[in-house]
């Protein structure tokens, strides 16, 4: 799996090396470039990992947003589950566990805060990057360097690496300690445009957990964990539509298995979106 992981982060920078360099501009007014977006997104999920059981099935509310602020970057989304109160839910009931989810990714552009431009090759920015992960009994907080680069096709796909420090996790061993490592990568990809202007998009992410201390627990805990989303999307200015697949393989750092067998924790999650964009 780490061979698999490396030659894959290896493969999407090597890619990037003969594209062309779009140098972030912070010349005047830094705030010129100022974006912001909000969307809510109903979301079906079948055989979301992990679970335990025989699947992971749920229909929730996503509130997603991001945007640009001067010297800082923005993504994040909060996940509400069970919104129809549905028996069919495997997040239904009091005792389902987890009700909320939330992830904030901001971003400080170095190259704002100093003035200089670093861009150099393929890579067109350079930031301080972040990642914080919250629900009802978990906390999870990252801090790295982070990269917008220009890939071939793709355009500009972000890129960061992250150390991450385990502040509430379940597992009692790591909790308040830095333990292992997380490559992420994310891309928006337009590539069929209709006469009205709506468009086909080929979106995702790729989120890679390694070099994580199982403390000797490695009949539960695995030293990595992948999850990567990949989506095929109709864009309009007010809505959007989607399917996405995504692959599982010890998400979260917990082996497939794990518990006395009660997780299942790899293979393949299908998600049904429709988006209402404000």
């Known amino acids: ?43 079906h999920a079948i055989d979301q990992r992990p679970y ?33 109160d549905s028996k069919h839910s495997n997040k239904h009931g009091t005792g389902s566990g987890n009700n909320i989810f939330m992830k904030f990714a901001p971003r400080l552009s170095l190259d704002a805060l100093t003035g200089k431009d670093l861009s150099f090759g393929p890579v067109q920015e350079v930031y301080i990057a972040t990642l914080n992960s919250v ?61 009205n202007g709506s468009f086909i998009s080929y979106q995702g992410y790729l989120d890679y957990l390694f070099d994580r201390d199982t403390y000797g627990n490695t009949a539960d805990y695995s030293s990595h964990g992948l999850g990567t989303f990949h ?18 393989n010890e998400i979260y750092g917990i082996n497939n298995g794990a518990f006395g067998g009660l997780l299942n924790n790899t293979g393949f999650g299908h998600y049904f979106s429709v988006t209402y964009k404000f």
Request: zero cysteines; charged letters at 20%.
């Open 231 to 248: 989506g095929i999307y109709w864009h309009s200015d007010r809505y959007a539509v989607g399917y996405g697949l995504k692959y599982f």
């Open 52 to 84: 335990s059981g025989n699947d992971y099935n749920d229909t929730y509310l996503e509130m997603e947003f991001g945007g640009r602020s001067g010297l800082f970057d923005l993504y994040g989304y909060v996940d509400v589950f069970d919104i129809f």
């Open 135 to 195: 629900d009802d009994t978990m906390m999870e907080n990252m801090i790295g360097l982070g990269t917008d680069v220009q890939v071939p096709w793709f355009g500009k796909v972000g890129m960061n690496l992250y150390a991450r420090h385990a502040t509430e996790s379940g597992f009692a061993k790591e909790e308040g300690k830095w333990n292992g490592y997380q490559f992420s990568m994310n891309w928006f990809k337009p590539f069929y445009t209709f006469a």
């Open 1 to 43: 799996m780490a061979k698999f992981a490396q030659t894959l982060i290896a493969a999407s920078v090597l890619a990037a090396v003969s594209a062309p360099v779009f140098a972030a501009d912070y010349s005047g007014d830094i705030h010129k470039n100022d974006y912001k977006w909000l969307q809510f997104n109903v979301m």
